[in-house]
C-alpha cells in the first residue's frame, strides 16, 4: 500500500466528515477533533489512525513499517459507520427525482393529448 492510496482512504474519511457530520478543518485530524464528541471511541481511534498512517507514510522507510491490516481495517470501520449517516436527504433526494420524472411524464403526455386534439379539430 503505497502513500498515495493512504492518502485518497483519509481524503475520504475526511470528506465524509465534513459532509455527514460538519466537521470543519482541512486535515483529517483536525476534523476528527472538531467532531470528537460526536464519534464514537471505536470510530475515532480508527479515524486518528488513518491521520497517523497519512504523517508516516511520506517518509519511504517508516512506510514500510506500516501495518497496512490495521490501516485497512481502519477505513472500513470509519467508512461503515459514516456512509449510512444522512441517509433520510438521500430518500428525499430520490423522492424528489421520481416526483419530478412523474410530472415531466404528466406534462409530456397532456401536451401530446392537447396537440392531437387540436390537430384532428376536437377542440
Keep these: 500500500m503505497g ?3 493512504i492518502t485518497e482512504m ?7 466528515l465534513a459532509v455527514r457530520l460538519g466537521a470543519k478543518g482541512h486535515d483529517l485530524e483536525t476534523r476528527v477533533s472538531s467532531r470528537a464528541r460526536v464519534l ?11 491521520a497517523e498512517a497519512e504523517r508516516k507514510a511520506h517518509a ?14 481502519a477505513y472500513a470501520t470509519c467508512r461503515h459507520y ?14 424528489l427525482n421520481l416526483g419530478s420524472s412523474i410530472a415531466f ?8 393529448l392537447l396537440v392531437a386534439m387540436l390537430w384532428s379539430g376536437m377542440i
Design 60 to 73: 519511504p522507510k517508516v512506510a514500510r513499517q506500516l501495518d497496512t491490516r490495521a490501516i485497512e481495517a
Design 3 to 5: 502513500p498515495e492510496r
Design 105 to 112: 411524464i404528466f406534462l409530456v403526455v397532456g401536451g401530446t
Design 10 to 16: 483519509t481524503e475520504q474519511v475526511s470528506r465524509l
Design 82 to 95: 459514516l456512509e449510512p449517516l444522512g441517509a433520510g436527504d438521500r430518500l428525499r433526494g430520490a423522492l
Design 40 to 50: 464514537p471511541r471505536k470510530v475515532r481511534k480508527a479515524a486518528r489512525l488513518l
